[in-house]
């Protein structure tokens, strides 16, 4: 079955720096197009960044741009979110987000992993 595992996460300071990573498994990992999402308390689910399948292009929240680098390693079947300076407002449980079809022209099904938290605290 499809599985992605996120790890990376901590307690980082305001200025701070860190990888998260998420290593998917059970599906074709190079053809799928990838996301990060967060989720801070009380706060909907945000879109943070996306990747195409083959790391052609990407797109980033406004919230994000300049300060935050998806890519990926499909020989790792590994997609990473690289966070430089950090903002106590990163503050936020961060999803790795897969988007598995069965065929070109199937209907997408979209998987989660199960979160790594980010805490940037001064």
């Known amino acids: 079955q499809v599985q992605l595992v996120e790890s990376g996460g901590g307690l980082v300071q305001p200025g701070g720096s860190l990888r998260l990573s998420c290593a998917g498994s059970?599906?074709?990992?190079?053809?799928?197009?990838m996301r990060w999402y967060r989720q801070a308390p009380g706060k909907e689910r945000e879109l943070v960044a996306h990747?195409?399948?083959?790391?052609?292009?990407?797109n980033y929240a406004d919230s994000v741009k300049g300060r935050f680098t998806i890519s990926r390693d499909n020989d790792r079947n590994t997609v990473y979110l690289q966070m430089n300076s950090l903002r106590p407002e990163d503050t936020a449980v961060y999803y790795c987000?897969?988007?598995?079809?069965?065929?070109?022209?199937?209907?997408?099904?979209?998987?989660w992993g199960q979160g790594t938290q980010v805490t940037v605290f001064s």
């Open positions: 987000n897969a988007e598995v079809r069965a065929a070109w022209y199937s209907v997408p099904d979209y998987y």
């Open positions: 059970g599906f074709t990992f190079s053809i799928a197009p």
């Open positions: 990747i195409f399948s083959d790391g052609s292009n990407t």
